[in-house]
């Protein structure tokens, strides 16, 4: 069982920055892919960027060149950093942790959200 601990987010201005942390309970997180998700109310969750347990990245095209998603095994910790944020960067932004399954990544555990919110 993992639990993952998001922190971070908050209110900033349009052009501003803020930067994520998810911590994770357990000793396996390094061999977890790490993934951050963003969901607007009424809305389905949408993928931001994730980390791949054997080192790599990938992100959404909405935030590339933008953010920045990084990891710490010997923290059991990940990050996002956010840069030149947008107001449609509004959301609540969850952390994920999973494996590859099939060629994709399926996620067994969420954290319980962070919510940003950028002003114009």
């Known amino acids: 069982q993992v639990q993952l601990v998001e922190s971070g987010g908050g209110l900033v201005q349009a052009g501003g920055s803020l930067r994520l942390s998810c911590a994770a309970s357990?000793?396996?997180?390094?061999?977890?892919?790490m993934a951050w998700f963003r969901q607007d109310p009424g809305k389905e969750r949408h993928f931001v960027a994730l980390?791949?347990?054997?080192?790599?990245?990938y992100y959404a095209d909405s935030v590339k060149g933008r953010f920045t998603i990084s990891r710490d095994n010997a923290k059991n910790t990940v990050y996002l950093e956010m840069n030149s944020l947008k107001p449609e960067d509004t959301a609540v932004y969850y952390c994920?942790?999973?494996?590859?399954?099939?060629?994709?990544?399926?996620?067994?555990?969420w954290g319980q959200g962070t919510q940003v919110t950028v002003s114009s």
């Open positions: 980390s791949w347990s054997a080192g790599g990245t």
């Open positions: 994920a942790a999973g494996r590859l399954r099939l060629g994709s990544p399926q996620y067994d555990y």
């Open positions: 357990g000793r396996t997180f390094s061999t977890y892919v």
